[in-house]
Nanobody, 124 residues
């Protein structure tokens, strides 16, 4: 079970840190990712981190966002800085256990475990 939190309303240029807390004792073996979906648009990849700690970012957030994980707390974070109005969306976290510890999926269909979304709204 995944529980996402940390969304909210922020002005352009501001920051937010999203959290995704997972239950279970094998979280460290799972890759995790954040996706977002804006109204009228398809869900899109934001960032991912493999079980081994390798990270990847969408070009739209690269340089402004950092994904990290704390396996002791079973939590994955997404720090977002210099937020823009186009970052407004519902952000969802997902985890999946891949055979390769350095692998992370970039497509929603690669993940079977999803948390509920958290709304991020960036005002101009």
């Amino acid at each position: 079970q995944l529980q996402a939190s940390g969304g909210g309303l922020v002005q352009a240029g501001g920051s937010l840190r999203l959290s995704c807390a997972a239950s279970g004792r094998t979280f460290s073996r799972y890759a995790a990712a954040w996706f977002r979906q804006a109204p009228g648009k398809e869900r899109e990849f934001v960032a991912a981190i493999s079980s081994g700690g390798t990270t990847n970012y969408a070009d739209s957030v690269k340089g402004r966002s950092t994904i990290s994980r704390d396996n002791r707390e079973n939590t994955v974070y997404l720090q977002m800085n210099s937020l823009k109005p186009e970052d407004t969306a519902v952000y969802s976290c997902a985890v999946e256990r891949f055979y390769d510890g350095s692998y992370f999926g970039l497509r929603p269909g690669e993940y079977n475990y999803w948390g509920q979304g958290t709304q991020v709204t960036v005002s101009s």
